[in-house]
């Protein structure tokens, strides 16, 4: 089992939501993603995605945007984010996802992104704009390495579509909230129950619920419906905040724990 499947049988044993923090690798430098990637997890994070930053982040909205412009002007590419990777792996057993766009994948060679990326402790990949009915020799190469593969469904999704998703999905499947590009809403999309509905129909894997969540009460929400809740926007906007400041990771800390507290279900 990887460590993805571990921590989401102990979630389940514990009749527990889970808190997946999405963080931009090398913003605001590449030296301290391992810290504010600690910092999360001290604060309640069960699992972190490590976001690959690239020119043309098409699924996200302008926070996230000029997130990984930063980390690109830092010098951050997709050796970095790996070299990162093991930075947090020799502190922290934390479930590690990389969170990419397909081009910095092809570049770097399937093969050879497998074999690094368990050599580094990554513990699976997510494809942001890999279409899942062209999937699986992408797949195959990720699996045979033992890593998890991750995929996205949304409230436009067919039910083939889900079933796509469903089959070539290990570990968990990510369920896009609302349509459009990432960033943090005043209220949660009327979407999510259904989408959660019709997923549980066609699979057992646990479900993750992002795109809108900045808020405890929001996390609850999610919570109640779904397996994990997915926070990215409101954690990048701090790091765009705070990046200059010492007590970053504070934030980031205090930040991850509200938003746990908020999830958290009664005994």
Known sequence: MTRIAKLFERLGREDQPGLIAYITAGDPDPGRTASLVLALERGGADLIELGVPFSDPIADGPVIQLASER???????????LDIAR???AQSEIPLLLFSYMNPLVRYGFEALARDAVQAGIDG?????????????????????????????????????????????????????????????????????PLVKNMRAVTSL?????????????????????????????????????????????RLESFARDLKQGLRRPA
């Not at 980390?71 to 984010?81: K, M």
């Not at 479900?207 to 954690?235: K, Y």
């Open 71 to 81: 980390a690109l002007r830092a010098g951050t590419t997709l050796h970095s984010v």
């Open 87 to 89: 930075q947090i792996r």
């Open 125 to 193: 990949c997510l494809f942001t704009d890999l279409s899942v009915e062209e999937a699986d020799p992408y797949v195959a190469s990720i699996r045979k390495a033992g890593l998890d593969t991750v995929f996205l469904a949304a409230p436009t999704s067919t039910m083939r579509r889900l079933q796509l998703v469903a089959q070539y999905s290990t570990g968990f499947v990510y369920l896009v909230s609302r349509t459009g590009v990432t960033g943090e809403h005043d209220s949660l999309s009327d979407s999510i129950g």
């Open 206 to 250: 646990p479900l993750a619920v992002g795109f809108g969540i900045s808020r405890p009460e929001q996390a609850a929400t999610v919570g109640r419906l779904a397996d994990a809740a997915v926070v990215g926007t409101a954690i990048v906007k701090l790091v765009q905040r705070h990046g200059a400041d010492p007590d970053l990771e504070s």
